[in-house]
């Protein structure tokens, strides 16, 4: 027997004595070991659940690390130009940076990894909280289970089949996850033109842009074309010499030929070409405030209440002539087939014409006040969108297929113009009393996304680039100016590899 095991009780007496003797160093007052996390035998089944021969502590507020987690800071907010609007009206300025961005992905990895939160989507990346996340509950640290066997090939996950990396699967989702493109709207314009003697009548349409990217704007008696692409500005006409001044100003579809439209009643065509008037077509009684062109077709709303519809091949013959309204008409717009046209008049009143016919299909009369915006949703056929003036305030939209009206809007100032984004499913908006700003819309959710651009003037005119990422702003007066603005991006187009390996590069 070993003589340890087999001493007499004084040798184990005086080996106590000998140790109770010896200066060790104090226990604090508050010890994170207490007796029951210690263990005095060497069964290791009190302690292990399967049986193990050695302990490892077991964490129990496995809390503390998600708080610890959520104490780290995250980097600052840059002072950004992106205006993000509530629905309460309120602006918040916010900036996403790329560094941002990337913490959060990499915290949403440790908790994967550390706290098994199987986080696999991250809704918002403004901020990192567990309730802007989609996740499950996790496991915690250092927790205790079952020894996970292997089992029959045909029943184990395929996780653990065909993959040997060494994280989750929630953490290989959200590694390989799209990055979603952040859009920063800008709340100042990229480009301010002067444009005296703009006329501040809410009735007019005096800016207008072509698909070759050249901007049509009317200045009294004076239409200049501003190029885009060069920034050249050229002067198109004068008709100070014949005492009448520019109304309205439209391109026909390619962006070849100018339509100008005259106080005194006439329509002049101009050639883009050669920069020479092709023809002066006679007609109206009053002045034309709108235009739209259908193809070779053209068609002019009057104060004169009447609607002519003109073929440019033979401009002196009048195809139709609409008389249903009783006051001016300010607003014209054809549809994106050209099937349906649209027209908004001082009477408050809404039409919708068929091609093919002399009366209006539809009427509407649930605007309180004069109608010059209209706009046809690229994106969905047969819905237009219209605006009333200071009495209406009002955004309605119209399924014109059946007739019916889908949603209103309220927006608290008059609404002088409205265009659809060519490559979103958003819209926006220029107004008069009291706002006097842009407002970029989402549908059909109808929140404003930003608001830009208030001052003392009213926003009265607005065109679109052809590609569809910009507008232009005018504001009347004698400091009339031109704003362009960038709300809108097109997607990324996928790069295409040129290689010998891909067998289709050689098919003709």
Same mark, same amino acid.
């Given at each position: 027997?070993?003589?340890?095991?087999?001493?007499?009780?004084?040798?184990?007496?005086?080996?106590?004595?000998?140790?109770?003797?010896?200066?060790?160093?104090?226990?604090?007052?508050?010890?994170?070991?207490?007796?029951?996390?210690?263990?005095?035998?060497?069964?290791?089944?009190?302690?292990?659940?399967?049986?193990?021969?050695?302990?490892?502590?077991?964490?129990?507020?496995?809390?503390?690390?998600?708080?610890?987690?959520?104490?780290?800071?995250?980097?600052?907010?840059?002072? %950004?130009?992106?205006?993000?609007?509530?629905?309460?009206?309120?602006?918040?300025?916010?900036?996403?940076?790329?560094?941002?961005?990337?913490?959060?992905?990499?915290?949403?990895?440790?908790?994967?990894?550390?706290?098994?939160?199987?986080?696999?989507?991250?809704?918002?990346?403004?901020?990192?909280?567990?309730?802007?996340?989609?996740?499950?509950?996790?496991?915690?640290?250092?927790?205790?289970?079952?020894?996970?066997?292997?089992?029959?090939?045909?029943?184990?996950?395929?996780?653990?089949?065909?993959?040997?990396?060494?994280?989750?699967?929630?953490?290989?989702?959200?590694?390989?996850?799209?990055?979603?493109?952040?859009?920063?709207?800008?709340?100042?314009?990229?480009?301010?033109?002067?444009?005296?003697?703009?006329?501040?009548?809410?009735?007019?349409?005096?800016?207008?842009?072509?698909?070759?990217?050249?901007?049509?704007?009317?200045?009294?008696?004076?239409?200049?074309?501003?190029?885009?692409?060069?920034?050249?500005?050229?002067?198109?006409?004068?008709?100070?010499?014949?005492?009448?001044?520019?109304?309205?100003?439209?391109?026909?579809?390619?962006?070849?030929?100018?339509?100008?439209?005259?106080?005194?009643?006439?329509?002049?065509?101009?050639?883009?070409?050669?920069?020479?008037?092709?023809?002066?077509?006679?007609?109206?009684?009053?002045?034309?405030?709108?235009?739209?062109?259908?193809?070779?077709?053209?068609?002019?709303?009057?104060?004169?209440?009447?609607?002519?519809?003109?073929?440019?091949?033979?401009?002196?013959?009048?195809?139709?002539?609409?008389?249903?309204?009783?006051?001016?008409?300010?607003?014209?717009?054809?549809?994106?087939?050209?099937?349906?046209?649209?027209?908004?008049?001082?009477?408050?009143?809404?039409?919708?014409?068929?091609?093919?016919?002399?009366?209006?299909?539809?009427?509407?009369?649930?605007?309180?006040?004069?109608?010059?915006?209209?706009?046809?949703?690229?994106?969905?056929?047969?819905?237009?969108?219209?605006?009333?003036?200071?009495?209406?305030?009002?955004?309605?939209?119209?399924?014109?297929?059946? %007739?019916?009206?889908?949603?209103?809007?309220?927006?608290?100032?008059?609404?002088?113009?409205?265009?659809?984004?060519?490559?979103?499913?958003?819209?926006?908006?220029?107004?008069?009393?009291?706002?006097?700003?842009?407002?970029?819309?989402?549908?059909?959710?109808?929140?404003?996304?930003?608001?830009?651009?208030?001052?003392?003037?009213?926003?009265?005119?607005?065109?679109?680039?052809?590609?569809?990422?910009?507008?232009?702003? %005018?504001?009347?007066?004698?400091?009339?100016?031109?704003?362009?603005?960038?709300?809108?991006?097109?997607?990324?187009?996928?790069?295409?590899?040129?290689?010998?390996?891909?067998?289709?590069?050689?098919?003709?």
């Amino acid at each position: 027997m070993d003589e340890d095991c087999g001493a007499p009780a004084s040798k184990r007496r005086a080996l106590e004595h000998d140790i109770a003797s010896m200066k060790l160093p104090r226990t604090p007052a508050k010890c994170p070991i207490t007796p029951s996390s210690v263990a005095y035998n060497n069964s290791p089944s009190k302690f292990r659940p399967d049986g193990g021969d050695r302990y490892i502590p077991l964490r129990q507020n496995g809390d503390d690390w998600a708080t610890r987690y959520a104490a780290i800071s995250s980097p600052q907010k840059n002072a %950004g130009a992106c205006e993000i609007v509530s629905e309460d009206g309120k602006d918040y300025s916010m900036a996403f940076d790329e560094e941002r961005r990337t913490n959060v992905a990499r915290r949403a990895l440790l908790r994967n990894e550390l706290l098994g939160d199987n986080i696999h989507k991250i809704q918002k990346e403004d901020t990192f909280d567990y309730e802007r996340l989609d996740m499950t509950p996790g496991r915690g640290l250092f927790q205790y289970g079952s020894p996970q066997k292997l089992g029959n090939p045909s029943t184990s996950a395929p996780s653990f089949r065909y993959s040997h990396c060494p994280i989750s699967e929630e953490s290989r989702n959200l590694l390989v996850s799209p990055k979603k493109v952040l859009r920063k709207i800008s709340k100042s314009p990229y480009r301010v033109l002067d444009a005296p003697e703009l006329q501040c009548d809410f009735y007019l349409n005096l800016l207008d842009w072509s698909s070759k990217d050249y901007l049509a704007v009317g200045l009294a008696t004076t239409v200049y074309l501003w190029n885009a692409q060069t920034s050249e500005v050229s002067k198109l006409c004068d008709l100070a010499d014949q005492s009448d001044s520019v109304t309205s100003v439209n391109w026909n579809d390619n962006g070849s030929i100018l339509a100008v439209g005259r106080n005194t009643g006439v329509v002049d065509l101009w050639d883009m070409q050669s920069m020479t008037r092709l023809q002066e077509i006679e007609g109206h009684a009053n002045r034309v405030a709108c235009l739209s062109w259908s193809n070779q077709t053209l068609c002019s709303g009057s104060r004169d209440r009447k609607i002519f519809e003109r073929d440019i091949r033979a401009p002196n013959e009048i195809v139709r002539t609409l008389d249903n309204h009783r006051a001016e008409i300010c607003g014209l717009k054809w549809s994106r087939d050209k099937c349906f046209l649209a027209s908004g008049g001082n009477d408050n009143r809404l039409l919708i014409w068929d091609a093919r016919l002399n009366e209006p299909i539809h009427s509407h009369e649930k605007h309180s006040a004069a109608i010059k915006a209209l706009a046809w949703s690229p994106h969905n056929r047969g819905l237009l969108v219209s605006g009333g003036g200071t009495q209406d305030r009002t955004l309605r939209f119209w399924n014109v297929l059946t %007739g019916h009206e889908l949603y209103s809007k309220d927006t608290g100032s008059q609404i002088c113009n409205v265009a659809w984004s060519k490559l979103t499913q958003e819209f926006v908006t220029t107004h008069g009393y009291s706002s006097n700003q842009l407002v970029v819309w989402k549908y059909p959710s109808m929140e404003p996304i930003a608001r830009l651009g208030a001052d003392n003037h009213r926003v009265l005119y607005m065109a679109m680039s052809p590609d569809g990422e910009s507008i232009v702003t %005018g504001t009347g007066g004698d400091s009339g100016t031109l704003r362009f603005w960038k709300l809108f991006w097109r997607s990324a187009e996928p790069v295409k590899i040129h290689s010998k390996l891909n067998l289709f590069n050689t098919l003709r």
